[in-house]
């Protein structure tokens, strides 16, 4: 329970440039105006818009938000900020089948360009899956970046967990065909694949995925498996486009978002959650194992409009 408390304050201090730029716009806009008309939500539409919302999402929020207005009859702007609120945490709740992996044998593919911190998502995933008593194995199948195998060998030992790699440059197929015997093997409750990182290439990411989904399919049938992508919160939009373009040549199944810590572009959050309709389940805020943890709209929330 400390840890999380901990984690909160860091995350609400890692948010502090998005409230500035963002939730300070929405106060004075909330105090500015004594009615709701056109022009405030015209008004409130810019500021989300601005905040790395996005416009499907904010017009999503904004039509939320005059449905609760109409609904509970108010008429002062000051009144409904909370609504505003509760509108953006309805737009991004994670339901708790997206965490079934916990729960049963799972093999969890992690995908994302490189330098957004998706190795070391995978170490950190890997480091509290053990603490909390599961057997969990890492496949170095990211075999085209340089140094991403040394890497994740660092944090198989920081994790204490065992790995399966090659050489740099070697088939990422064969990597994740020979841990999953391991995997089979040694009884193993997760594997976690740190795998494909380019985008450029689509027709060749495209391949090698259904390359790697057909071995975890053929030889460990009975196993959850689940795509997962790895995106840089300091991107913004970008980070929205590079899952969207990933979800277009993989069934992803969830999003990592990482670097929250010192972003001011952290509405991204709701934005991929609610345009994608891919949850959000981890987040990372630093560098330690404890940084990133499962994602909770109701705090993340708060930690966006909490002074």
């Given at each position: 329970?400390?840890?999380?408390?901990?984690?909160?304050?860091?995350?609400?201090?890692?948010?502090?440039?998005?409230?500035?730029?963002?939730?300070?716009?929405?106060?004075?806009?909330?105090?500015?105006?004594?009615?709701?008309?056109?022009?405030?939500?015209?008004?409130?539409?810019?500021?989300?818009?601005?905040?790395?919302?996005?416009?499907?999402?904010?017009?999503?929020?904004?039509?939320?938000?005059?449905?609760?207005?109409?609904?509970?009859?108010?008429?002062?702007?000051?009144?409904?900020?909370?609504?505003?609120?509760?509108?953006?945490?309805?737009?991004?709740?994670?339901?708790?089948?997206?965490?079934?992996?916990?729960?049963?044998?799972?093999?969890?593919?992690?995908?994302?360009?490189?330098?957004?911190?998706?190795?070391?998502?995978?170490?950190?995933?890997?480091?509290?899956?053990?603490?909390?008593?599961?057997?969990?194995?890492?496949?170095?199948?990211?075999?085209?970046?340089?140094?991403?195998?040394?890497?994740?060998?660092?944090?198989?030992?920081?994790?204490?967990?065992?790995?399966?790699?090659?050489?740099?440059?070697s088939d990422p197929a064969?990597?994740?065909?020979?841990?999953?015997?391991?995997?089979?093997?040694?009884?193993?409750?997760?594997?976690?694949?740190?795998?494909?990182?380019?985008?450029?290439?689509?027709?060749?990411?495209?391949?090698?995925?259904?390359?790697?989904?057909?071995?975890?399919?053929?030889?460990?049938?009975?196993?959850?498996?689940?795509?997962?992508?790895?995106?840089?919160?300091?991107?913004?939009?970008?980070?929205?486009?590079?899952?969207?373009?990933?979800?277009?040549?993989?069934?992803?199944?969830?999003?990592?978002?990482?670097?929250?810590?010192?972003?001011?572009?952290?509405?991204?959050?709701?934005?991929?959650?609610?345009?994608?309709?891919?949850?959000?389940?981890?987040?990372g805020i630093g560098e330690?194992?404890?940084?990133?943890?499962?994602?909770?709209?109701?705090?993340?929330?708060?930690?966006?409009?909490?002074?």
């Amino acid at each position: 329970m400390e840890e999380k408390k901990g984690f909160f304050n860091r995350l609400k201090s890692g948010l502090s440039k998005t409230r500035q730029s963002f939730v300070s716009g929405v106060d004075s806009l909330f105090s500015g105006f004594s009615e709701i008309d056109d022009d405030f939500y015209e008004e409130l539409e810019e500021l989300l818009v601005r905040g790395d919302i996005g416009i499907d999402t904010t017009m999503r929020i904004i039509d939320g938000l005059k449905e609760k207005v109409k609904e509970n009859k108010i008429k002062e702007a000051s009144a409904c900020k909370q609504l505003l609120i509760d509108t953006i945490k309805n737009q991004m709740r994670v339901h708790e089948d997206a965490y079934e992996f916990l729960n049963r044998k799972s093999v969890l593919l992690l995908i994302g360009v490189n330098g957004v911190g998706k190795t070391t998502s995978v170490g950190k995933l890997a480091g509290q899956l053990k603490d909390r008593g599961k057997k969990v194995m890492l496949a170095a199948a990211d075999t085209f970046r340089a140094g991403a195998i040394d890497q994740l060998k660092e944090w198989a030992n920081r994790a204490g967990v065992d790995i399966i790699a090659g050489q740099e440059g070697s088939d990422p197929a064969a990597i994740v065909y020979d841990a999953v015997a391991a995997a089979k093997a040694r009884d193993v409750d997760i594997l976690l694949c740190d795998t494909a990182g380019r985008l450029h290439n689509k027709k060749n990411l495209m391949a090698e995925l259904h390359k790697i989904h057909l071995i975890i399919e053929k030889e460990y049938p009975d196993d959850l498996l689940e795509t997962i992508i790895v995106v840089d919160g300091t991107t913004g939009q970008n980070a929205l486009s590079q899952a969207r373009e990933f979800s277009e040549v993989a069934d992803v199944s969830g999003v990592v978002l990482t670097k929250l810590d010192g972003t001011a572009k952290g509405g991204i959050a709701i934005a991929i959650q609610s345009e994608l309709n891919i949850p959000v389940k981890y987040i990372g805020i630093g560098e330690q194992i404890g940084d990133l943890q499962r994602f909770d709209a109701e705090e993340y929330v708060n930690a966006l409009f909490e002074s």
